[in-house]
Nanobody
Framework: QMQLTESGGALVQPGGSLTLSCVAS????????VGWFRQAPGEEREWVST????????WYDASVMGRFTISHDNSKNAVTLQMNNLKREDTAIYYC???????????????WGQGTQVTVSS
C-alpha cells in the first residue's frame, strides 16, 4: 500500500504564491506518475499537473501553464507544486495522486491523498 500526504494549502491573496507538498510513505511499482488534481465546490475534480518520477517529464493543464511548476525529489519521496500568480479560480481542494500511467484522467491513478485547501481571496 501507499499513503500520500498533502500539505501547504492556505489562504492567499490574488497574485500570490503557494507551494504544495505531497509526501509518499513509499513508492510501489505502480506509482511512477504523480499528479495533482483539484476540486472546487460544486465542481468535478479536474487534473492540474503530472510528473513522471522516472524520466522527469511534466505535463500541465492549459489553465495553469506558465504559473504552476511540478517537481519531484525522490530522495525525500516528495512531489511539490509551486503555484505563482494565483487567481480566484484556483480556489479548490488540491489532491495528490499516484499511478502507473501519466495522464489527465483520475481513473489512471491508484493512490490518493486526503487533500489540502487552497483559497485565493482578498
Amino acid at each position: 500500500q501507499m499513503q500520500l500526504t498533502e500539505s501547504g494549502g492556505a489562504l492567499v491573496q490574488p497574485g500570490g504564491s503557494l507551494t504544495l507538498s505531497c509526501v509518499a510513505s513509499n513508492y510501489p511499482a505502480n506509482s511512477n506518475c504523480v499528479g495533482w488534481f483539484r476540486q472546487a465546490p460544486g465542481e468535478e475534480r479536474e487534473w492540474v499537473s503530472t510528473v513522471s518520477r522516472g524520466g522527469g517529464s511534466t505535463w500541465y493543464d492549459a489553465s495553469v501553464m506558465g504559473r504552476f511548476t511540478i517537481s519531484h525529489d525522490n530522495s525525500k519521496n516528495a512531489v511539490t507544486l509551486q503555484m505563482n500568480n494565483l487567481k480566484r479560480e484556483d480556489t479548490a481542494i488540491y489532491y495528490c495522486a499516484a499511478g502507473p500511467k501519466c495522464g489527465s484522467r483520475a481513473v489512471q491513478y491508484v493512490y490518493w491523498g486526503q487533500g489540502t485547501q487552497v483559497t485565493v481571496s482578498s
